[in-house]
């Protein structure tokens, strides 16, 4: 699974993407910071399992902190986006083509109004971030449409010459994008296309098919950074009614960067997605550190909760992507053979079994599976079972 971070230039993008890895990228206040693709691990939060047992986990990666686990995900920070990029405006090319391997969208927007569609610098307030949310929207899905129309008389002709299936042809042609064969029947059903027909299908069937595929594989949640200035709040109001079926999260890139920041060099003690944090060492500090830390105290996490990060990036792969955390574990033991306690954990589409976990373990434990055992309940389920979230699941297997 790859966390894609998008958006116009110069919004703060990369700044989301530090705060979310701690990776070194270039940040600076102009367009096209960003040429090359960014990547990066950053980390969603679960609560710690282990704690379930009076113990605490030992992961072999990622971290815990306090009472939370975070597990990684891969994250990628692409060029940044002007209007027109399906046609090869700004970076387009390289941003569009540098896309195709994220399952999820992070759309990072200046909520203030103050960055113009070029990704200038301009007055808060003085743009509009609707015009973002639509623009982002449109160029996906003319890059999909593009892709889609590329020799689709001849394609339509020789599908029905060979009375190929029509979602089987497409699913190929469009496998580079995450389109599945059978989402291509599924939405063509949707849509009440005539399958044996495509030549019939007309310009506008094509678009519908386009925006239909691109919402399926390249979902997206959205970022309203630079809450803390003047006016943004307002903004953001707006748009979550104007934009009813987008989910929209208050942000400030720069605030989370600046907490983790502190909380590495030991400065103040921060668990990311909190709404707080302790100050250490105030001697090490000097007055505009404890000016900054103070500001974003007051300005963000006492009015928003959160500095909106670490939400976003959990929202993204929970709620979107619907995925869920799956904790490797025995019944009578939850330590490795190291004496790690639950080191392991697999993020998982929704609807996983407790076959498919098995296979994801080791080919030889989906090929022997015998039965897998509910680490909490200490209950036997058959391969079929379906998994939840902070599931703890021992399999067995024969030899």
């Not at 399952?103 to 200038?120: P, R």
């Amino acid at each position: 699974m790859i966390v894609g971070v998008v958006g116009k230039a110069n919004v703060g993008k990369s700044t989301f993407f530090k705060a979310a890895t701690l990776a070194e990228v270039e940040i600076a206040n102009y367009p096209f910071a960003t040429i090359d693709p960014n990547t990066g691990v950053g980390h969603v939060k679960v609560k710690d399992p282990a704690l379930d047992f009076d113990k605490v986990s030992n992961p072999r990666t990622g971290f815990v902190l306090k009472d939370s686990r975070f597990v990684g995900v891969q994250m990628i920070d692409v060029a940044g986006l002007v209007p027109g990029a399906h046609e090869g405006h700004g970076m387009g090319n390289q941003f569009l083509d540098d896309l195709r391997q994220a399952d999820v969208l992070i759309h990072v927007i200046d909520v203030a109004g103050s960055t113009n569609e070029k990704g200038e610098p301009i007055t808060p307030g003085s743009y509009d971030p609707a015009n973002d949310v639509k623009f982002l929207e449109v160029e996906l899905d003319m890059w999909y449409l593009g892709i889609l129309k590329k020799g689709w008389v001849k394609f339509a002709r020789t599908v029905m010459q060979e009375k190929a299936e029509i979602h089987l042809a497409l699913g190929k042609q469009l496998s580079g994008l995450g389109v599945t064969e059978n989402m291509v029947e599924d939405t063509i059903k949707k849509l009440g296309f005539d399958k044996e027909k495509p030549n019939t299908w007309t310009a506008e069937d094509l678009k519908s098919l386009a925006t239909s595929l691109r919402k399926q594989t390249k979902p997206m949640i959205i970022a309203c950074n630079k809450i803390d200035i003047p006016g943004a709040k307002e903004n953001y109001e707006k748009l979550k009614t104007q934009f009813t079926c987008h989910t929209f999260v208050a942000c400030s890139a720069e605030s989370e960067l600046a907490l983790r920041e502190a909380a590495k060099a030991e400065l103040i003690e921060y668990v990311p997605g909190d709404d707080t944090f302790l100050n250490l060492n105030q001697e090490r500090m000097n007055e505009k550190q404890k000016a900054a830390l103070e500001f974003i105290r007051q300005n963000i996490l006492e009015k928003f909760g959160t500095t909106g990060v670490q939400q976003t990036l959990d929202q993204a792969v929970f709620n979107v992507l619907k995925y869920i955390a799956i904790f490797p574990g025995g019944v009578s033991k939850l330590e490795d053979s190291e004496g790690r306690c639950l080191p392991d954990c697999f993020l998982m589409p929704e609807g996983t079994t407790a076959l498919d976990f098995a296979y994801k373990l080791h080919t030889d434990f989906g090929k022997k599976f015998i039965c897998a055992k509910d680490v909490r309940t200490k209950m036997t389920v058959g391969k079929e079972h379906l998994l939840k979230h902070s599931d703890i699941v021992e399999i067995v297997a024969g030899k």
